[in-house]
């Protein structure tokens, strides 16, 4: 197993472009979600799923949008980058049954905006 | 809102000290997890406690959740240069999936 991917690992973008940032896992599980990691500051949570076609926000959603065709992607997609948007994200999926929300992270995509 | 708050935010010492991390919540788990993150790469789950007073041991690592299951700590004896990284704290407080992390703590073990 593969577990979580990340792709990319790197990017820079402009001011003002978009781009979506992709993830995939393959442990079937419902639980998916998007953190930002900013220096000192733990993880916030962007948006979770619970399931294919359930996506709900979660503390710092502004400037993001997210989509969840199947179980095992969940991409999110930034419109409109900010210099505020630059940090490194990570996607985690975990399973929704027997063990309390154990997260599996992916390798995080590092971001820049200028 | 529920916080968590983990201290201290960093830690340096010598090969073969112990260490304690704390995390701390006004409000109540319903349990609690604790991640190791290296460099470069996303947090790893090191162990879940659920139950209040719980001990468990990961070999040189001892957590314990508070009795009222509002609190957790991470001591780890002899600490080892390959124990560097950030040490996370994640709390479940029943919100249907969602955790909320601590900021960490940036441990550095020097040899």
């Known amino acids: 197993n593969a577990g979580v991917t990340q792709t990319p690992k790197f990017r820079i973008l402009k001011i003002g472009q978009s781009m979506t940032l992709q993830c995939a896992q393959d442990?079937?599980?419902?639980?998916m979600y998007w953190y930002r990691q900013d220096p000192g500051m733990g993880l916030k949570l962007i948006y979770y799923?619970?399931?294919?076609?359930?996506?709900d926000k979660g503390e710092v959603p502004n400037g993001y949008n997210v989509s969840r065709s199947t179980t095992e992607d969940f991409p999110l997609r930034l419109e409109l980058a900010a210099p505020s948007q630059t940090s490194v994200y990570f996607c985690?999926?975990?399973?929704?049954?027997?063990?309390?929300?154990?997260?599996?992270f992916g390798p995080g995509t590092r971001l820049t905006v200028t | 809102t529920q916080l968590l708050e983990q201290s201290p935010q960093f830690l340096s010492i010598q090969e073969g000290e112990n260490l304690t991390v704390y995390c701390n919540s006004s409000?109540?788990?319903?349990?609690l997890q604790w991640y190791r993150q290296e460099p470069g790469e996303g947090p790893v789950l090191l162990v879940t406690v659920v139950t209040g007073g719980e001990v468990k041991k990961l070999k040189r690592l001892t957590f314990q959740f508070g009795d009222a299951r509002k609190d957790s700590s991470l001591h780890i004896t002899a600490a080892q240069p390959g124990d560097t990284g950030l040490y996370l704290c994640a709390g479940d407080y029943n919100q249907g999936g969602k955790l909320i992390f601590g900021q960490g703590t940036e441990l550095s073990v020097k040899p």
């Open positions: 799923s619970v399931g294919a076609g359930i996506t």
């Open positions: 442990m079937n599980h419902n639980y």
């Open positions: 409000s109540v788990f319903s349990s």
């Open positions: 985690a999926s975990s399973r929704d049954s027997g063990s309390p929300y154990e997260q599996y």
